[in-house]
């Protein structure tokens, strides 16, 4: 489907995206030092979106993913690095891709649980469908909880799963392969959604839609790596299976005719074609040889 997409729309795919994303971090961060109120204009607010202000919608990207500081600087620098090499690696259009599901797989998550909340707890205390002072607040915690934060984490979890023993040096100085702090991250997150239901115990709907956004906004990581994991067990399986055939086929060499190799497809042998080249398919299962003609033109069984 991608490569389908790929090359119909490909074209208008955004090169150094992840530049873009750094610079309207930094846009951002000036606003804010400017101008606060003007910043509270750029937050994703569902309520005061459906009240006119649909430019939320876009401007939530410009947003901080953290409080600016030395370490912040150098994890912009790092998710660019990150960003970049993804890109190479995939391509311009899957990494658009990429980012664009993330963005709108958080957008949809915010809005669904905000219309759950508002409607459940309009029913709940209000007796009614709708309560136009439980919209607003609700509205309120979805844009303090929306973030792009998660975004950035997703780039970097994509690139521990592309790349996982790349080195990264922790404080500058001690080399730690990038899968390690991958797993770190993944803790992490199941943490931080665990400690929020602790911590607003007294306020579940606050935990709720912090746990959902959490996880709408690395939706696009979690379907990258169940790809990327089927795709690693479906080459082990044809791995294993090619060396358990070769294994097989060099313990038990004779047909019944006496011949040692026979195509799976025109059933010629080395007995009467020994100028012919047998051999195995790693991609069909169990002990099937194939002649020189159909090894690379049968259809994989």
């Known amino acids: 489907m991608l490569s389908k997409w790929e090359r119909k729309y490909g074209k208008y795919a955004i090169p150094n995206l992840t530049l873009y994303l750094v610079i309207g971090y930094v846009i951002g961060y000036v606003i804010d030092l400017v101008n606060s109120d003007m910043y509270s204009l750029l937050l ?47 391509g311009v259009f ?32 209000a007796g009614v469908m709708y309560s136009d002072g439980i919209a607003a607040l609700f509205g309120n915690c979805v844009s303090i909880m929306v973030s792009t934060f998660y975004i950035n984490m997703s780039i970097f979890l994509a690139f521990a799963v592309t790349y996982p ?26 943490y931080d959604i665990f400690s929020t239901f602790r911590t ?44 358990k055939s070769i294994k097989t086929g060099n313990k038990q060499r004779v047909y019944e005719d006496g011949t040692k190799h026979k195509c799976y497809i025109c059933g010629r042998t080395d007995a009467d074609y020994p100028d012919l080249t047998f051999r195995y398919c790693s991609k069909c299962s169990g002990n099937k040889e194939y002649c020189q003609d159909h090894l690379f033109t049968h259809e994989h069984k």
């Open 200 to 243: 607003y115990s007294d306020a579940v709907y606050l935990a709720i839609i912090h746990g959902v956004i959490v996880i709408t906004s690395l939706l696009n990581f979690l379907i990258y790596w169940m790809m990327d994991w089927k795709r690693g067990a479906s080459h082990a399986k044809r791995s294993y299976e090619y060396k």
């Open 165 to 190: 023993n790349v080195q990264l040096l922790l404080y500058f100085v001690i080399p730690v392969k990038i899968k390690w702090f991958g797993y770190l991250y993944g803790a992490f997150i199941a």
């Open 94 to 125: 899957r990494y658009n891709m990429f980012l664009l599901s993330g963005f709108l797989f958080t957008i949809l998550g915010a809005i669904i649980v905000y219309i759950i909340m508002v409607v459940y707890y309009s029913n709940s205390t």
């Open 44 to 90: 994703f607010d569902p309520y005061k979106i459906l009240h006119g202000q649909v430019w939320r919608i876009f401007t939530w990207l410009f947003t901080a993913p953290e409080s600016l500081g030395i370490f912040t600087i150098v994890m912009l620098f790092l998710y660019y690095s990150l960003g970049t090499s993804l890109e190479h690696t995939w």
